[in-house]
């Protein structure tokens, strides 16, 4: 890969976040020469985006923080086909009202990551829904569908593991790579976007809007992905046994989603605090060369860093001085996550097992009777014996709240309302 002159391409490039670039040259010149304006694109298959898609803000931000113009595109007109790229199957079909509800639940996410405005290189936040829902069916067939070779498109991997496999891909999924290549060109038009930034599962797909913007008249437009990212153990970026890391507090506590970086394997710190903080690269580099027991003092680093970007600083350190608290001294801090019970309830008693499967400790009570039956649940950090047990206003601690624990690294406070 070549040395870069622009600050944004230098810093993608020694910070792990470049995986292609469809001119590397022309690029970096626009760059160092211009203001640029890019986007990465968003569909509102959910009401947060998880860890999986934090890569990507993450450019968005350093666009920002290097002098350029990000924008935020969300989905609410390609969310109602849903990206097919490499997925086995079709996406569900979402209602008007689902997308609505999502794409507001989405928006949450940017606003500790880029500052908007009417300033040049204050970020936009923009729903395609503007343009897709207002295109007339044959004029755009006739203006934008010409440009595109069935061919052609046959022949991404995308399409082509999709129908090797003999797994149907529906008129409606095939259309996707069209909207997706408009949406590069109408953003040209309407804001002056140039790139398109994206993970490499959406390379096919932004070169296409780049040959679409060279056939109906745009300036050069150009292409960047990121790659896809598993962890050292080979797990899915964003996904734990206990389901999708979200990004909104509302989904997933401040503790939980700090917890989730303070876990990290060890052959993963460097390269996450390259990608998802903000900090130098000679103090990443300290971090990342201390060793054994030490590198845990790196990790809490991570978690602190990357937590502040997201919930704020304060969040952060709230969570930090949680998880000191309940791990080296067995003290409840108050940034555990917590569950409220009506007081009559706990009056009347509620069963051990149903209290964790309500406070997302457990699954379901099948799970929960396991756990107790190996000893790995504890009940104000008193191990659980009973599966029938029931749990009462008498077990309030003296701090107003009942403390529920599985392992050593999950726990939930429960408390009266």
């Not at 968005?60 to 969310?79: E, V």
């Not at 979402?94 to 990551?113: D, H, K, P, V, W």
């Not at 069209?178 to 959406?202: K, T, W």
């Not at 206003?393 to 050593?408: N, Y």
Request: hydrophobic fraction near 40%; aromatic fraction near 8%; charged fraction near 25%.
């Amino acid at each position: 890969m070549m040395a870069f002159k622009s600050d944004f391409l230098r810093i993608m490039s020694e910070r792990g976040f470049i995986h292609q670039i469809s001119d590397e040259t022309g690029l970096d010149d626009l760059f160092a020469t211009e203001t640029v304006t890019a986007y990465i694109g968003f569909d509102p298959t959910a009401k947060s985006l998880h860890v999986g898609s934090l890569m990507q803000i993450m450019m968005l931000r350093w666009m920002q923080q290097t002098g350029h113009r990000p924008i935020a595109l969300m989905g609410g007109g390609t969310g109602m086909i849903g990206d097919p790229s490499f997925k086995d199957e079709a996406r569900k079909l979402q209602t008007n009202e689902t997308i609505a509800e999502n794409l507001s639940g989405i928006r949450q996410a940017f606003e500790n990551y880029l500052s908007f405005g009417e300033r040049p290189t204050d970020a936009l936040m923009i729903d395609n829904a503007e343009w897709l829902m207002e295109l007339q069916y044959v004029p755009f067939l006739r203006d934008v569908g010409r440009h595109f070779s069935v061919n052609r498109m046959l022949s991404f991997d995308s399409v082509k593991l999709r129908l090797e496999r003999e797994q149907s891909l529906s008129f409606l999924e095939f259309n996707y790579m069209i909207l997706q290549a408009y949406d590069f060109v109408e953003l040209n038009r309407r804001h002056g976007c140039r790139l398109q930034l994206g993970g490499s599962d959406q390379w096919g797909n932004i070169i296409n809007g780049i040959d679409l913007g060279h056939r109906m008249g745009t300036p050069q437009l150009y292409a960047l992905t990121s790659p896809l990212l598993t962890t050292s153990s080979g797990a899915k970026m964003g996904k734990t046994a206990d389901g999708a890391v979200w990004l909104n507090a509302d989904m997933l506590s401040p503790y939980d989603f700090w917890q989730f970086w303070r876990n990290t394997e060890d052959a993963d710190v460097e390269r996450f605090m390259k990608l998802y903080t903000t900090l130098p690269m000679d103090e990443i580099a300290r971090l990342a060369a201390l060793k054994d027991a030490e590198i845990n003092e790196a990790k809490k680093v991570l978690a602190n860093e990357v937590t502040a970007l997201l919930h704020g600083r304060a969040v952060a350190e709230e969570a930090a001085e949680t998880a000191r608290k309940t791990f080296e001294e067995g003290q409840s801090g108050s940034a555990l996550p917590r569950i409220a019970i009506p007081h009559g309830e706990l009056e009347k008693g509620v069963g051990i097992l149903s209290l964790f499967v309500q406070a997302g400790l457990a699954a379901s009570n099948g799970e929960a009777r396991r756990q107790v039956k190996g000893g790995g649940l504890k009940l104000n950090d008193r191990p659980v014996t009973d599966e029938r047990a029931t749990v009462t206003a008498d077990d309030l601690g003296t701090e107003g709240h009942i403390k529920l624990s599985v392992g050593k690294k999950r726990h939930a406070l429960v408390v009266p309302e």
